[in-house]
């Protein structure tokens, strides 16, 4: 069974930086495309950032383009979101997302595409 760790979350500044992480544990990781979705409260919850198996492939929601870098390190079993310019309208929980997938990369971006979610990292943006 997969599991999912995020961490990294917490509470910055418009206009800072912040990482998150997310650990991943009882599959083949290189397996996995991962991705990162985000909801903020009394919203739903939606794409931010995936990663194919290879990490080769990113794709990015309009919104967070150029300011959010994912990447994996596949020897630490785990994928990060690099988060810059941070601005209140990111404020939301941050929850990773995997699905197996290899070889094919299929970059998804809604949350029915995912098999295995983290319990989300809260990242609160103050102005």
């Known amino acids: 069974q997969v599991q999912l760790v995020e961490s990294g979350g917490g509470l910055v500044q418009a206009g800072d930086s912040l990482k998150l992480s997310c650990a991943f544990s009882g599959r083949t990781f290189g397996a996995y495309e991962m991705a990162w979705f985000r909801q903020a409260r009394g919203k739903e919850r939606l794409f931010a950032a995936a990663?194919?198996?290879?990490?080769?492939?990113?794709y990015y929601e309009a919104s967070v383009k150029g300011r959010f870098t994912i990447s994996r390190d596949n020897a630490k079993n785990t994928v990060y979101l690099q988060m810059n310019s941070l601005n209140p309208e990111d404020t939301a929980v941050y929850y990773c997302a995997a699905k197996f997938t290899y070889p094919r990369k299929i970059l998804g971006t809604t949350s029915r595409g995912y098999d295995y979610w983290g319990q989300g990292t809260q990242v609160t943006v103050s102005s």
């Open positions: 990663i194919s198996w290879s990490g080769d492939s990113t």
